[in-house]
């Protein structure tokens, strides 16, 4: 129990940064701003392609029981 928690841990501390991380030109003022709004929008763009391919049921379903 202790060892799955500590990958999950890793696996987060590690796969949050990369996924949020986007290399940008030094000219940009608020690059964390820019980022995390990239990594929003790729995040929406994922849930939706789920849904797509009937990989997770939409969101506005998930308090429903089927």
Do not use: H
């Amino acid at each position: 129990m202790k060892l799955s928690s500590v990958v999950v841990t890793l696996i987060l501390t590690v796969g949050v940064p990369y996924y949020i991380y986007t290399p940008l030109p030094a000219a940009i003022e608020e690059p964390l701003k820019l980022m995390l709004l990239d990594a929003f929008f790729r995040a929406i763009n994922v849930s939706r392609q789920c849904n797509a391919f009937s990989i997770t049921r939409p969101m506005y379903l998930s308090g429903i029981k089927v």
